[in-house]
């Protein structure tokens, strides 16, 4: 697929990496935490496919999904040590970090994917990237996956009563341990990699996941009942290290930038369509019961998350809410 001229047939004078001049000799690892079949691997694999060709081979781009290299406990850590340079967590695996990554968590928030992209693009949205140079990472782009919806073992859910008593994994604590919490539900975050064997186990009852996430992973394998009901989001952010890219010359960094803004597109682009794909291959599987929240269901559940919405709003901060409400306007 990757049609490389070989290394050899550069023309580097240059002598290896870190000269001023021509395209440095590196290799760059991109580590991720979910499957193939996803927006996030479509994205990197074509960061890769545009880094290595426009480089002549010079820049090699090595690929981990599935939490092959890093997972969600130590993909962080191991960027601001440059152990990779680049990684794509969903935002609510940075809520630690800067209240603002709870966006994608507010229930009902965004009405779809551009909407989201539009808020991540704008100002308010870069000025969440920016706080997280304090730990010496840059924020590039936002890539969507989509709305999330619930699985579980126990029952069918259809109103905000029935995940009473419950146990969820989330992604990430605050907004969604409050969302749950409000639902009479308990939380806890599982890593990615370790969610398949913790509803198997029954450890959790249910999860909450984007189609292609849950089809990608067969959680429909050990969850009984799923509700489309698209109540948060997954967003992730691309983030690299700033000494690694503060290091890079001209020449190159623009290769990578150029590289990052062609995989925005893609991952952009297949996001929907991989969900779209992933419920048909869910219910052609048969495995899980599917419901389909109607307007009035979906309308219990706004009203119902009404505090914590408000709540959250507040503590992200009143005007940076009202630039993402307006998005979806
Ligand atoms: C999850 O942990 O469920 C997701 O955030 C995984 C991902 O990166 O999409």
Redesign the pocket.
Same mark, same amino acid.
């Given at each position: 697929v990757f049609s490389l001229a070989a290394c050899s047939s550069a023309d580097s004078d240059s002598g290896g990496s870190g000269e001023a001049d021509g395209v440095q000799e590196l290799t760059i690892k991109i580590s991720?935490?979910?499957a193939e079949n996803?927006p $996030?691997q479509h994205g990197a694999l074509a960061m890769k496919e545009y880094i290595e060709k426009e480089s002549d081979g010079k820049i090699k781009v090595q690929v981990y999904p599935n939490s092959q290299l890093f997972g969600?406990k130590d993909e962080y850590q191991n960027l601001v040590a440059n152990n990779v340079q680049f990684i794509i967590?969903?935002m609510? $695996?940075l809520v630690g970090n800067d209240p603002g990554f709870n966006i994608p968590s507010m229930p009902f928030l965004f009405k779809d994917d551009e909407a989201a992209n539009a808020f991540w693009d704008g100002e308010k949205g870069q000025e969440i990237f920016k706080r997280l140079e304090k730990d010496g990472v840059l924020g590039l782009s936002m890539w969507p @996956?989509g709305a999330k919806h619930i699985t579980n073992e126990k029952k069918a859910i259809k109103t905000p009563e029935d995940l009473d008593g419950m146990k969820i994994r989330t992604?990430g604590g605050q907004l969604l341990e409050a969302l749950y919490g409000d639902l009479g539900a308990g939380s806890t975050s599982i890593p990615?990699g370790e969610?398949y064997t913790a509803l198997q186990q029954g450890t959790v009852d249910g999860?909450e996941?984007?189609f292609s @996430?849950i089809e990608s992973k067969k959680f429909d394998e050990v969850q009984k009942y799923m509700t489309v009901m698209g109540h948060t989001r997954?967003d992730?952010a691309l983030l690299t290290n700033t000494k690694f890219w503060d290091g890079l010359n001209d020449e190159t960094r623009k290769i990578i930038e150029k590289g990052v803004e062609e995989a925005t597109k893609v991952a952009r682009d297949s996001a929907a369509d991989l969900n779209d794909e992933a419920l048909k291959t869910l219910k052609d599987r048969g495995q899980v019961e599917i419901h389909e929240l109607s307007e009035s269901e979906i309308d219990a559940f706004k009203k119902h998350l009404e505090p914590v919405y408000s709540e959250w709003a507040e503590k992200i901060g009143a005007d940076i809410i009202k630039d993402a409400e307006s998005k979806s306007k």
């Open positions: 991720h935490v979910v996803t $996030k969600d967590p969903d609510a $695996k @996956n992604q990615f969610l999860q996941n984007t @996430n997954v992730y």
